[in-house]
């Protein structure tokens, strides 16, 4: 089935920027996300990019994707401490007629001050 | 502002308790879905609905069920709680046409973490 890896925790040191990475497995996927949890909070859609895009920017976020090798990675520039939080990857999938969301299971950043 | 609400942050519950848990959104969402997520594991969906009195099986439906009576209202419930089923559950709603559009964004609750002694 659909899987999305990710690497469980990241840290790095405020003013640095971070690389979160991800691989995904359906190569159909049409959309790319990421989403951010902060902490006692709900997910939010931090950013998304299409398939046949190759890079979005957007303010100090920036995301790659390279669908030869199914990498999606998210660059956030010049980290700050209110940027700590979970960030997860999701691809969609389709099945039944309809899309679905499959989650990695989240990177926990940590920013040092 | 567009909203999920969960009506119970943190609930504690006995082994064998039927748990309700409640689900709100105010933005005529059709489509709401309940995930538990544990760490080391994610977002694992485990009941979803397109329509009013429509369910759909996500992942890992074992041990829950859900009610979809009125269209803003979804409700998971945990007919006999176990201690496996300690977690933390998210309540997330989309619009149908992010759903047929594939871009797929939802809007997610607040969670609520249920501890099962």
């Known amino acids: ?113 | 502002d567009v909203k999920v609400t969960q009506s119970s942050r943190y609930l504690v519950k006995r082994t064998g308790e039927k748990v309700f848990l409640e689900c709100v959104q105010d933005m005529d969402h059709e489509n709401m879905f309940w995930y538990r997520q544990d760490p080391g594991l994610g977002l694992r969906l485990i009941y979803f609905s397109y329509d009013v009195k429509m369910k759909e099986k996500g992942d890992i439906p074992e041990g829950y069920s859900v009610s979809r009576e009125k269209k803003e209202r979804f409700s998971l419930i945990l007919e006999s709680a176990s201690t496996n089923q300690t977690s933390m559950y998210l309540c997330a709603s989309s619009s149908e046409e992010e759903r047929t559009s594939a871009s797929g964004e939802l809007f997610f609750g607040e969670g609520s973490r249920l501890t099962v002694l």
């Open chain 1, 1 to 113: 089935g659909e899987d999305v890896e990710q690497s469980l925790f990241l840290s790095v040191r405020e003013g640095d920027s971070s690389v979160i990475n991800c691989t995904y497995t359906d190569s159909s996927s049409t959309y790319l996300y990421w989403y951010k949890q902060e902490p006692g909070a709900g997910l939010q859609l931090l950013t998304y990019i299409f398939s046949n895009m190759d890079m979005k920017q957007d303010q100090r976020l920036t995301v790659l994707l390279n669908k030869k090798d199914k990498h999606l990675s998210l660059r956030i520039a010049d980290t700050q401490t209110g940027d700590s939080a979970i960030y997860f990857c999701a691809e969609t999938y389709s099945g039944a007629g309809s899309y679905q969301l499959t989650f990695g299971k989240g990177t926990k950043l940590s920013v040092i001050p």
